[in-house]
C-alpha cells in the first residue's frame, strides 16, 4: 500500500481539525459507540440520511479517532454537488465522489469497488436521498447486494439531531446539537450462501436498516408507508 504523502495527509487533518471546531462548537458535537470505529477496510459505513450536515458531522467523528477522508474512506455523494468546480474540488479532496442517482452509474460503482479492493472503507447513505420527516426510510437493495457478494463488512451509525440543526429546505444551520453513533460490525452472512434473487436481496437491505434503526431514537424508527417494493414489510 503506497505511503500517504505528509501535505495530503497535514492537509486533511487540517480540513478535518477546522469542521471538527464548527461542528463541536456549533453543534455541540457528540460521539457515541466510538469503541466500534476502525481504520480498515474493506467496510461499508452505512448511516440514515436526514440532513445536509451529517457526512461532514460523519467525517469530524471518524477523523477524531484516526480515520480520515480520502485516506482510509470515501464517501458516495449525489452528482448535484460536483456541479459547481470549485466545489467539486474541495470536496473530492477530501474523497467524495458523485453517483447518478436516477440510473445505474457505472462510473460511480467502479470507483465504490475499487475502494473496497484496495481495502478501504465506503461511507454511504443507502436510503439514497434525505428524509424529509426525520424517519428512517427504506434502504436501496444495492448495498446489501455488495456487501453479500463481496462479503463485506458494515458499521452501522446514526446521525441525530441534524434534522433539526440542518433541515430539508433550510438555507443556514441552526444551533441544535448533533450526535453520531455507531453500532457494532456485523456482516450479512445469513444470506452469504444464498440465491442473490431480488427479494433476498431486498430483505438483507432491511436487515442492515435494523442495525442503524436501533441506533435511533423511537420516533425516527418507523417505517416508512408502504411504496411496493418487494419485502417491503420485512423488517
Do not use: C
Not at 63 to 83: N, R
Amino acid at each position: 500500500m503506497p505511503e500517504i504523502p505528509l501535505r495530503r495527509r497535514a492537509y486533511t487533518k487540517l480540513v478535518a481539525n477546522l469542521f471538527g471546531a464548527y461542528y463541536k462548537l456549533y453543534h455541540h458535537l457528540r460521539v457515541q459507540g466510538a469503541e466500534h470505529i476502525r481504520a480498515q477496510g474493506p467496510l461499508f459505513i452505512v448511516i440514515n440520511h436526514i440532513s445536509a450536515l451529517e457526512p461532514f458531522a460523519l467525517g469530524v467523528a471518524l477523523a477524531d479517532y484516526g480515520v480520515l477522508p480520502g485516506i482510509h474512506y470515501w464517501t458516495v455523494s449525489k452528482k448535484e454537488l460536483f456541479q459547481v468546480p470549485l466545489i467539486a474540488a474541495f470536496i473530492r479532496s477530501l474523497g467524495m465522489f458523485p453517483i447518478d442517482r436516477e440510473r445505474f452509474d457505472m462510473v460511480a460503482m467502479r470507483t465504490l469497488l475499487n475502494v473496497l479492493r484496495d481495502n478501504k472503507i465506503v461511507a454511504i447513505a443507502p436510503e439514497g436521498t434525505r428524509s424529509p420527516t426525520g424517519k428512517l426510510q427504506a434502504f436501496q437493495p444495492v448495498v446489501a447486494k455488495i456487501a453479500i457478494t463481496r462479503r463485506v463488512p458494515i458499521l452501522p451509525a446514526a446521525a441525530i439531531g441534524s434534522e433539526k440543526a440542518m433541515p430539508v429546505g433550510a438555507k443556514f444551520p441552526h444551533p441544535k446539537p448533533i450526535t453520531i453513533r455507531f453500532g457494532p460490525i456485523f456482516e450479512l452472512s445469513e444470506f452469504y450462501n444464498t440465491e442473490l434473487t431480488d427479494e433476498i436481496a431486498d430483505r438483507a437491505s432491511w436487515v442492515m436498516r435494523a442495525h442503524v434503526a436501533e441506533l435511533l431514537p423511537e420516533w425516527m424508527r418507523e417505517v416508512p408507508p408502504p411504496s411496493g417494493r418487494i419485502g417491503e414489510r420485512k423488517i
